[in-house]
């Protein structure tokens, strides 16, 4: 890896740990960066995903105050999140590159669609229910198939996990997001083991975007949030269009 690509996981790193501190959706800077510099659609893919989670661990210890009073809730989606993880984990593993190359421009549309959705979906959530929980396996589904989908592809994870745990429970959004931090926490540990071991990951990539990412989430919290989200938003959303576009492209 040259100096040239180095530099651009680094700058790569930093906007997407400003992003993910602010709106989400750093994986979609974070991923195709990985593929400019010349990692497989795949490998890219799992690298990303132990990448990225050191980052979900520092999120969950700073939303603890708002996870403990939820403690035995967390507890008992332990093992949810933990098998949806393997089997997201074991589903990536045995996708062929080929198979993968051919549907990652509609993951990433899809993540880039979640991201345009993602507040009016939150808003209708938190709206929905007049304070009244759903049945306790709604919970559980929903986090079983988020988990599911992060473990095989990154992006969007958290707005996922928001959705689905918002939806189920009538809880303050603080309380959302340390159980979503909880979750995401999971994901990255197990990912990162199975990936790890098993998968050809780019360890140099690896360890130029963990600190970046760290950085570029502390100078997200200081200062990139004096940004408005929707504008954000919306750049996000339109280079996530364009990626898709250029990634289905190049797959035909």
């Known amino acids: 890896m040259n100096l040239l ?3 651009a996981l680094v700058l790569a790193g930093l906007a997407g740990g400003g992003l993910n501190a602010v709106a989400g959706g750093g994986s979609l800077i974070t991923y195709p960066t990985l593929m400019a510099v010349g990692v497989p659609p795949l490998l890219a893919n799992a690298t990303n995903g132990i990448a990225v989670a050191p980052a979900y661990a520092a999120a969950a210890v ?3 105050e708002h996870l403990l009073p939820q403690r035995a809730r967390a507890l008992r989606l332990i093992p949810t999140a933990l098998v949806a993880s393997v089997c997201g984990a074991l589903l990536l593993l045995n996708t062929p590159h080929e198979v993968f190359e051919a ?5 990433v549309l899809a993540a880039t669609l979640l991201m345009a959705v993602g507040p009016w979906i939150n808003r ?3 709206a929905r229910n007049g304070g009244r929980d759903l049945h306790p396996a709604a919970l559980h589904v929903g986090v079983f198939a988020g988990c599911l989908y992060g473990a095989y592809f990154n992006a969007a994870l958290g707005l996922i996990l928001m959705a689905v745990i918002a939806m189920s429970l009538s809880e303050r959004l ?4 340390a159980l979503k931090n909880f979750c995401t926490t999971i994901v990255g540990v197990v990912t990162s083991v199975m990936y790890g071991i098993w998968a050809d990951v780019d360890w140099l990539a690896i360890a130029v ?9 502390y100078i ?4 990139f949030q004096r940004i408005p989200e929707r504008p954000l938003r919306i750049a996000i959303v339109a280079y996530g269009l364009v990626l898709s576009a250029i990634l289905l492209a190049r797959s035909l």
């Open 209 to 217: 975007l963990v600190p970046a990412t760290f950085l570029g989430g």
């Open 174 to 177: 603080v309380r959302v997001g």
């Open 5 to 7: 690509q180095v530099s």
């Open 124 to 126: 209708k959530v938190t």
């Open 220 to 223: 997200g919290a200081r200062i």
């Open 62 to 64: 700073g939303s603890r």
């Open 103 to 107: 549907i990652v421009p509609f993951l």
